[in-house]
């Protein structure tokens, strides 16, 4: 079973409206965390947001913020005001295990978004 | 802001021969990591490495692969007899440890094997 699970290959936004990018996990460890990576056209690999398993309210920064509902097992990215240099691949990745140790990321197959002027 | 650095670049390289990709985490960083992005695909784990050892290691890092820490600042990958399929993206991040802590990802080696 896919442990990250992005199902949205693409999304159009118009710019300065929000957007919602969906991410679904499985995991039975009850301690993890879910982080939230953009990748430009250029390629690199930019930390947006991250959220912690018993984290009780929901991460923001700046424009992002995290809609993360447990139960479910969903944290979606919250972009607002989208801006033309948002337009991106955004990876959903989540680390499991605790804290202090060197464990490996697990990546979404990612959302291509694009924001229309 | 410290980040994480990543050379070259680009690497072309002819099949079968060796490859090292190095990279400076940020200097107080704990936790050392490679992954790589086949063109198109999810970014996958290689290798993670803390206290001068391997941490963990995916399926994809086999015999071929290994990595160092040969000073108190470069980690490197090393890729013995590559073949056509390493052809990738490679990114090495670290972390300064703690649950909450991110990876924070250097710029990436594009490996492009002839």
Same mark, same amino acid.
């Given at each position: 079973?896919?442990?990250?699970?992005?199902?949205?290959?693409?999304?159009?936004?118009?710019?300065?409206?929000? $957007?919602? @990018?969906?991410?679904?996990?499985?995991?039975?460890?009850?301690?993890?965390?879910?982080?939230?990576?953009?990748?430009?056209?250029? !390629?690199?690999?930019?930390?947006?947001?991250?959220?912690?398993?018993?984290?009780?309210?929901?991460?923001? /920064?700046?424009?992002?913020?995290?809609?993360?509902?447990?139960?479910?097992?969903?944290?979606?990215?919250?972009?607002?005001?989208?801006? @033309? %240099?948002?337009?991106?691949?955004?990876?959903?990745?989540?680390? /499991? !295990?605790?804290? !202090?140790?060197?464990?490996? @990321?697990?990546? %979404?197959?990612?959302?291509?978004?694009? $924001?229309?002027? | 802001?410290? /980040?994480?650095?990543?050379?070259?670049?680009?690497?072309?390289?002819?099949?079968?021969?060796?490859?090292?990709?190095?990279? $400076?985490?940020?200097?107080?960083?704990?936790?050392?990591?490679?992954? &790589?992005?086949?063109?198109?695909?999810?970014?996958?784990?290689?290798?993670?490495?803390?206290?001068?050892?391997?941490? /963990?290691?995916?399926?994809?890092?086999?015999?071929?692969?290994?990595?160092? &820490?040969?000073?108190?600042?470069?980690?490197?990958?090393?890729?013995?007899?590559?073949?056509?399929?390493?052809?990738?993206?490679?990114?090495?991040?670290?972390?300064?440890?703690?649950?909450?802590?991110?990876?924070?990802? !250097?710029? %990436?080696? &594009?490996?492009?094997? @002839?």
């Amino acid at each position: 079973a896919q442990k990250i699970t992005q199902t949205q290959p693409g999304m159009f936004v118009q710019e300065k409206e929000a $957007v919602t @990018l969906d991410c679904t996990y499985d995991t039975s460890d009850p301690s993890y965390g879910l982080f939230w990576y953009k990748q430009p056209s250029s !390629g690199e690999m930019i930390f947006l947001i991250y959220q912690g398993s018993y984290d009780q309210q929901n991460a923001t /920064e700046g424009r992002y913020s995290l809609n993360f509902q447990k139960a479910r097992k969903s944290a979606n990215l919250v972009i607002s005001a989208s801006q @033309l %240099g948002d337009s991106a691949m955004y990876f959903c990745a989540m680390r /499991e !295990g605790h804290s !202090g140790s060197a464990r490996q @990321l697990t990546f %979404g197959s990612g959302t291509q978004l694009t $924001v229309l002027p | 802001e410290p /980040e994480v650095t990543q050379t070259p670049s680009h690497q072309v390289t002819q099949m079968g021969q060796e490859v090292i990709l190095r990279c $400076v985490p940020i200097s107080n960083h704990l936790y050392f990591y490679w992954y &790589r992005q086949i063109l198109g695909q999810k970014v996958e784990f290689l290798v993670s490495f803390y206290n001068n050892e391997i941490s /963990e290691k995916s399926e994809i890092f086999d015999d071929q692969f290994s990595v160092e &820490r040969p000073d108190g600042s470069n980690f490197t990958l090393k890729i013995r007899s590559t073949k056509l399929e390493d052809s990738a993206m490679y990114f090495c991040a670290s972390s300064g440890g703690g649950g909450s802590q991110p990876q924070h990802f !250097g710029d %990436g080696t &594009r490996l492009s094997i @002839l």
